[in-house]
Antibody
Framework: QVQLQESGPGLVKPSETLSLTCTVS??????????WSWVRQPAGKAPEWIGR???????NYNPSFKSRVTISLDASRNQFSLMLTSVTAADTAVYYC???????????????WGQGTLVTVSA | EIVLTQSPGTLSLSPGERATLSCRAS???????LAWYQQKPGQAPRLLIY???SRATGIPDRFSGSGSGTDFTLTISRLEPEDFAMYYC????????FGQGTNVEIK
């Protein structure tokens, strides 16, 4: 069973960059049958998919984040990361990293999730 | 962007009753790339159903999914106390989007 664990600052100032890392255990980030994804969920709202990365480094992003988001991976550490620039209070949410089962090119469903980490954007 | 609309917003039922949750997509989903998740307070979502009707590993058979095109349904045949939670549908054929959720609460 793949396990995922988010880490990073719980408080970020407005206009700064949110950076989170997800450590994967029990499976390889080099897996050809997985995507590695970030999802966020503001309090009391539905989850929102942010984007994913594949072992090749290919990424797909939610257009809602335009050019603010970057997802990268470090295969040597079995980790992947999220950077979200120019944050505002609207980016306050629980951020989850998750594994997607790859069923086709750029198609996957989320079968394993981290426990989530609350990131608050405030001065 | 594909928009998913779930109904009802809240479902008030008693243990042992049948729950029927609906998810409607703003456009047809190719190859039924539709999943259902259960979420309890303070926890991450848990995958229940993928491919519209396939149960995820370890999910009891009282959970079933059906539908195609734009209309999908999650059915819980007999509600157990641990089934009272929030449920989300998600399409994953065109990037990914979630519905707004249905809260199944104890009547």
């Amino acid at each position: 069973q793949v396990q995922l664990q988010e880490s990073g600052p719980g408080l970020v100032k407005p206009s700064e960059t949110l950076s989170l890392t997800c450590t994967v255990s029990g499976g390889s980030i080099r897996s050809a049958t997985s995507f590695w994804s970030w999802v966020r969920q503001p309090a009391g709202k539905a989850p929102e998919w942010i984007g994913r990365i594949y072992t090749t480094g290919t990424t797909n992003y939610n257009p809602s984040f335009k050019s603010r988001v970057t997802i990268s991976l470090d295969a040597s550490r079995n980790q992947f990361s999220l950077m979200l620039t120019s944050v505002t209070a609207a980016d306050t949410a629980v951020y989850y990293c998750a594994r997607e089962v790859r069923v086709a090119v750029a198609v996957g469903y989320l079968d394993n999730w981290g426990q989530g980490t609350l990131v608050t954007v405030s001065a | 962007e594909i928009v998913l609309t779930q109904s009802p917003g809240t479902l008030s039922l008693s243990p042992g009753e049948r729950a029927t949750l609906s998810c409607r997509a703003s456009q047809g989903l190719y190859t039924s790339y539709l999943a259902w998740y259960q979420q309890k307070p303070g926890q991450a979502p848990r995958l229940l159903i993928y491919g519209a009707s396939s149960r995820a590993t370890g999910i009891p058979d009282r959970f079933s999914g059906s539908g195609s095109g734009t209309d999908f349904t999650l059915t819980i045949s007999r509600l157990e106390p641990e089934d009272f939670a929030m449920y989300y549908c998600q399409q994953y054929g065109s990037l990914a989007t979630f519905g707004q959720g249905t809260n199944v609460e104890i009547k």
